[in-house]
């Protein structure tokens, strides 16, 4: 089973922030959160990750909480094109575990004008 | 350019009838791995590799086989493909512990 669990689907309205929640309640210490998003049966595109402190890169913020347990990816202003599918994963990173790592189902976003 | 090739894109094929799916990686990287999605499941992982001659099992191994003779090429191998394994497949690859890069997937049907 899939260690997170997102919500199945959110509506954004175009030119406003879309906050996609993720529950990561059995994080490890070694585990960091990854998101990912997938746009209609395209291949899966990395969109940022992080261990514990919050981090921002040119396509969205990562909110994650104190406890870890918990994170928030921030996309500030969304567009049409940010209609996708939406993954937030945890992926080990100790040399013997961080091969094998689950996707859950994630969220469906539909931007709308 | 920094790509994750699979071929083919589409294949129809017929139950028992061995097929191979290739993966190709021009980034140098160690880590590779083979992800199956239906409607409804996400992505599923069915093997990786960590780098040469090194491969493990992923969720959903059952059915395929894989080998890592180079480190750019990861081939996914339906020896006796049935109707169960039409899915939409991708390859992926990565430095250790780095983000994955995908491929651009293969819809696989079997009849």
């Known amino acids: 089973d899939a260690k997170t669990t997102q919500p199945p689907s959110m509506d954004c309205a175009e030119g406003r922030a879309a906050n996609l929640p993720c529950n990561h309640s059995?994080?490890?210490?070694?585990?960091?959160v990854y998101w990912y998003r997938q746009i209609h049966s395209q291949g899966p595109q990395y969109i940022i990750h992080?261990?514990?402190n919050n981090e921002t890169n040119e396509m969205a913020s990562l909110i994650i909480t104190e406890d870890r347990k918990s994170s928030t990816l921030i996309l500030p202003h969304a567009t049409l094109r940010d209609t996708a599918v939406y993954y937030c994963?945890?992926?080990?990173?100790?040399?013997?575990?961080?091969?094998?790592?689950?996707f859950g189902a994630g969220t469906q976003v539909v931007v709308t004008p | 350019e920094a790509q994750v090739t699979q071929n083919p894109r589409y294949l129809i094929t017929v139950t028992g009838k061995k097929l191979t799916v290739t993966c190709s990686q021009n980034?140098?990287?160690?880590?590779m791995s083979w992800y199956r999605q239906d409607p409804g499941l996400g992505l599923r992982q069915i093997y990786y590799s960590m780098n040469v001659e090194v491969t493990d099992k992923g969720d959903v191994p059952e059915g395929y086989k894989v080998s890592r003779k180079e480190k750019r090429n990861f081939p996914l191998i339906l020896e006796s493909p049935s109707p169960n394994q039409t899915s939409l497949y991708f390859c992926a690859s990565s430095r250790t512990s780095s983000p994955l890069h995908f491929g651009n997937g293969t819809r696989l049907t079997v009849t």
């Open positions: 980034m140098n990287h160690e880590y």
């Open positions: 992080g261990l514990k």
């Open positions: 994963i945890v992926r080990p990173m100790t040399t013997d575990s961080w091969g094998k790592f689950q």
């Open positions: 059995t994080i490890s210490g070694n585990e960091y």
